[in-house]
């Protein structure tokens, strides 16, 4: 164990003798804590967002044990404790709208109680970005372990991805290829165990842009979750946290902006979701990091995507971790000297390229060699123009080729409910060249931006056998979706931007290559259009209701920022608040 470099945070809680002291101690102790476990021990909170409302999660009361068991080894002592669990699969509108609410559950837990460090403990998407930015705007010695996973999904004898096989097999039946029978029949088969998806979803995406920014130990990203490997990594973060602690090794000195280069670096050779964009500008912004989405095109960009994964490509998690998982892939990059930042620390205690340099590698078809790869340029794209002054994003690994370049005129849907309406009718004036636009869906507009981006497809269209068209929002899309989707459109529709204004039958020009996104109409007419309605009015309706959906639409930020609050950007440490008697 090594020398403790500052006195422990928890000594101002269980520390002394007098009145406070004895309180703080004396309930603890009716867990049937012997007083020797407050005699200068590292307290160490286990943030668990556990729920049988959270699937991905439901078995992380298992792993909080291995947790526990890693940390009274090393000499610490654990305290578990509840977070607000926000589930994609459930949660309504979106787990996106209260992933600040989570942030700010996770922040106040962790000042207002005593604990040296803590181990977060995350899968579902919105879990990994809410604890690390609740956890970054503290400043303690942090730890991520993620719950892994699930086995590969099965379904006539064929392996099958969690969410992509929803969108691809839905689409099937509204073109009549299967039946209703054949698309029920996949439903029990694809989540056959517990865990996270088992594609390149967001979920998989944020344990790998956790790994690779220095937040986990190694493997921690593809370790699926009934593996007994996840609970020996498990009890292995228990033990590394306390030594964090001695070692005084924050958050700060981990979450540095070359950390986040190596992140973006990363989720393009990955083919990572675009939802990551977002949750690495809002961890940053709680560090005091400058990202922008110009980082994303610097870092990015020229990146081959060599993980062969679903949506973009074959195969799933489970063949990434028995590949080699993540650090075979940083390992790839270093040696092509495509890791920006070999030298950027890890919660290990070394730096990225020690722990990855003699990473194993067992199958070049599932992460491929960059000579070889999935997608030439797998970077996120990012495009602006008079649509998007503030920026939009596209995923090119799970895109068409031939759409990246592409003028159509626009086929507008006003929100997702009008789109749901008129997107089956026969009669929709819309035609495969076309280019769908979906407005009103960003952060104020469907109240956390929910993932309806990626829009089906006309029943119509379908029916002449294509399968992907040039689709724009303010929306977002999950993970395990694919298509020439452009998202984030920013400022979005319900904060008065351009989208807003857009009508039937304009004409639209995207162009990945030069980051182009243009609406062919004047700067006047564009005005003139924006002037004759409020596009506001409806979600600053809604927010004069109250609770906590008028605080989010009061103070959530654009896309391009993170989507984070206002008033929560930035790191406001750990100091003590004052006793409680």
Not at 549 to 570: K, P, W
Request: glycine share 10%; proline share 5%.
């Amino acid at each position: 164990m090594g020398q403790r470099q500052r006195p422990l945070r928890s000594a101002e809680w269980f520390g002394t003798a007098d009145k406070n002291g004895f309180m703080y101690r004396s309930w603890m102790k009716n867990q049937g804590i012997p007083d020797h476990e407050f005699q200068g021990k590292p307290i160490i909170g286990i943030c668990n967002t556990w729920s049988e409302l959270t699937p991905c999660n439901a078995h992380f009361r298992k792993l909080a044990e291995h947790v526990k068991q890693g940390i009274l080894e090393a000499g610490g002592y654990p305290v578990e404790f509840p977070v607000f669990s926000n589930g994609e699969s459930n949660l309504r509108p979106t787990a996106m709208f209260t992933r600040n609410l989570a942030s700010m559950d996770v922040e106040e837990a962790i000042r207002g109680n005593p604990m040296d460090g803590v181990v977060l403990l995350v899968g579902c998407d919105k879990t990994t970005p809410a604890l690390l930015m609740g956890a970054a705007s503290c400043d303690i010695p942090t730890i991520v372990v993620t719950g892994g996973p699930m086995l590969n999904g099965k379904h006539k004898g064929k392996d099958i991805g969690s969410g992509t096989v929803v969108w691809k097999l839905s689409e099937q039946v509204k073109a009549g290829e299967i039946s209703l029978h054949d698309f029920m029949a996949a439903e029990a088969g694809m989540s056959r165990s517990a865990g996270t998806c088992n594609t390149m979803g967001t979920a998989s995406t944020m344990a790998c842009m956790a790994e690779a920014l220095g937040t986990s130990l190694p493997h921690n990203a593809a370790i699926p979750a009934v593996d007994s490997r996840r609970y020996v990594l498990a009890h292995l973060s228990g033990n590394r946290i306390v030594e964090m602690v001695n070692e005084d090794l924050r958050l700060s000195k981990i979450l540095t902006k070359q950390a986040f280069d190596n992140a973006i670096r990363t989720n393009a050779a990955i083919g990572g979701s675009t939802n990551a964009v977002i949750h690495l500008k809002a961890i940053a912004g709680r560090i005091g990091v400058d990202l922008t989405l110009d980082d994303w095109s610097r870092v990015g960009r020229g990146t081959p995507t060599v993980v062969d994964l679903q949506p973009s490509g074959r195969f799933l998690m489970e063949e990434f971790y028995y590949a080699g998982g993540l650090p075979a892939v940083l390992k790839r990059l270093g040696e092509a000297d495509r890791l920006p930042f070999k030298d950027a620390l890890t919660v290990n205690g070394k730096t990225i390229w020690e722990n990855v340099q003699d990473a194993p590698l067992y199958n070049d078809e599932v992460i491929r060699k960059l000579d070889n790869p999935l997608t030439a340029d797998g970077g996120i794209c990012v495009v602006r123009g008079n649509l998007a002054p503030n920026g939009a994003v596209l995923k090119p690994s799970a895109a068409t080729a031939e759409l990246m370049q592409h003028r159509g005129r626009a086929v507008v849907f006003e929100d997702f409910d009008d789109y749901k309406a008129r997107i089956n009718d026969p009669d929709l004036d819309v035609e495969a060249n076309d280019i769908l636009v979906m407005k009103h869906c960003g952060p104020r507009g469907y109240h956390g931006m929910a993932e309806v981006g990626n829009m089906g497809l006309p029943p119509k269209i379908l029916a002449q056998g294509i399968t992907d068209m040039v689709r724009i929002s303010d929306a977002r899309m999950s993970g395990t979706a694919y298509g020439t989707v452009v998202l984030h459109v920013a400022p979005e529709a319900a904060s008065g931007g351009p989208l807003a204004a857009v009508r039937n039958g304009d004409w639209i020009e995207l162009d990945c290559e030069s980051g182009r996104l243009h609406l062919e109409v004047s700067d006047e007419e564009l005005a003139s259009r924006l002037a004759e309605s409020d596009p506001t009015a409806a979600s600053t309706l809604i927010a004069s209701q109250g609770g906590y959906r008028q605080l989010y639409i009061e103070h959530v930020l654009q896309a391009d920022e993170g989507c984070d609050f206002d008033f929560l950007v930035g790191c406001r440490g750990s100091d003590v608040p004052r006793h409680s008697h």
